[in-house]
């Protein structure tokens, strides 16, 4: 089940980028489970990992291989290759090995990714077999096939595809996003790859990365969950005949622009296919002190299982939001400044039940698809946005049947 429109765009090519798949069986024989990437010669490449102190073997291999320039990157669905020690992490170098004896390049330009179930040995031997299958796929509109061969619980393929003009020269960025569980990105389980034909130098391509990142990626969460091998990585062929984006620049600008937009956009999908998800939650936290604070007021109320629950049964059980604020640790927050809505509904004013709020209109919100709770605390200018989904059934039975 998902939540609103998820249908997946038509996605251009991105001259110097290709993509190829194929099925290596790693748990599953239905649908490609193994996806290569190739950058032209000259690409720029970024990413941002996740922070969990047991991240997988191969989130430790990519971050020794990305200041390598990297031209490729693995990237299998079925297998975390997470807390498998040692073996895990040899595991990992020996598929960017038989991706470089392919393609005539180096092991240490291969970015390794996984994702799937923790703790069971990766099987080299069968992705060794189907690296050359996903090599001869490879093209430049390879990706719808692509977004699927990331999947693991999704329910659909996520992309979207944004076009810019940089002095008069057309750009694209496409970008592909899996995950549906265990999302509390820290940088959910979460990878994302997004590629464009832009020229920009790395460093300026890993700023614009790390805060398109903060402001999307890690304002989500389905269940508080941080993963052992969240991704997102940014390519950028430099193959577009626009003039290179330097720092400070009004074509910079317009292009950390769109990459925020395509991220926000990439996560937002991560949401609306939540395990089990019925309902997208945007909660707003305005006139907070610091925006950390509107964050923590905003995950706090996220990460609540009882606010959670309450949507799915469009129950407008709005003690359970206020309980949340209260416990979210802001310092010498007054009470009666508080005020809630549910979409344009003000339930809590002066620090209790609005005297106009009326269950009715409470329901009438609460049986949307889509709803925002919006929370002023009135004590500064701060604004932030946290997206999540509710706690249905199915996502117990979904987590409860994952490895069978």
């Known amino acids: ?23 290596a069986g790693i748990k599953q024989t239905v649908r490609d489970d193994l996806l290569l990437i190739d950058m032209v010669e000259g690409s720029t490449c970024a990413a941002v990992f996740t922070r969990n102190a047991f991240c997988a073997a191969p989130v430790h291999v990519a971050k020794s291989h990305l200041s390598q320039q990297p031209r490729w990157l693995l990237i299998n669905s079925g297998n975390a290759n997470a807390g498998t020690g040692l073996q895990g992490y040899e595991d990992a170098k020996t598929t960017c090995q038989d991706v470089a004896v392919e393609t005539g390049g180096k092991a240490n330009q291969v970015l390794p990714f996984s ?49 810019i003009t940089l002095g008069g020269h057309n750009i694209t960025i496409n970008g592909i996003s899996k995950g549906a569980g265990m999302i509390q990105p820290d940088m959910a389980t979460m990878l994302a790859f997004i590629a464009t034909d832009a020229k920009i130098a790395q460093p300026l391509l890993q700023s614009c990365l790390d805060t398109a990142v903060e402001q999307s990626f890690n304002r989500i969460t389905v269940d508080g969950d941080t993963s052992t091998n969240d991704a997102c990585v940014l390519m950028a062929s430099g193959c577009s005949s626009a003039p290179e984006i330097t720092v400070g620049s009004e074509s910079y600008q317009v292009f950390a622009d769109a990459i925020m937009a395509v991220s926000k956009q990439l996560a937002e999908l991560i ?37 959670k629950t309450a949507f799915f049964a469009s129950d407008p059980n709005w003690g359970r939001i206020l309980a949340a604020v209260g416990r979210a640790g802001v310092e010498n927050m007054v009470l009666e400044d508080v005020q809630l809505f549910l979409d344009d509904v003000c339930i809590v004013r002066n620090g ?27 004590r500064g200018q701060a604004i932030q946005e946290v997206l999540t989904c509710d706690f249905s059934y199915d996502y117990v039975k979904i987590n409860a049947e994952y490895r069978t």
């Open 1 to 23: 089940m998902a939540v609103g429109q998820t249908q997946f765009p038509n996605m251009p090519e991105i001259p110097g980028i290709k993509l190829g798949t194929t099925n």
């Open 115 to 163: 994702t799937g179930v923790i703790g069971q040995p990766l099987r080299v031997d069968k992705i060794r077999a189907a690296i050359p299958s996903a090599y001869q796929a490879l093209n430049q509109l390879g990706w719808d096939k692509a977004a699927r061969a990331i999947m693991t619980t999704d329910t659909f393929p996520k992309g979207v595809s944004k076009a």
């Open 271 to 307: 949401i609306r296919d939540g395990e089990g998800a019925t309902k997208l939650m945007r909660i707003v936290v305005e006139q907070a002190l610091t925006d950390e604070e509107a964050v923590r007021v905003g995950k706090t109320i996220a990460h609540s299982p009882l606010v």
């Open 352 to 378: 209790c039940c609005a005297d106009d709020y009326t269950e009715a209109a409470g329901q009438r919100v609460m049986a949307q698809e889509e709803i925002t709770i919006t929370v002023k605390l009135r």
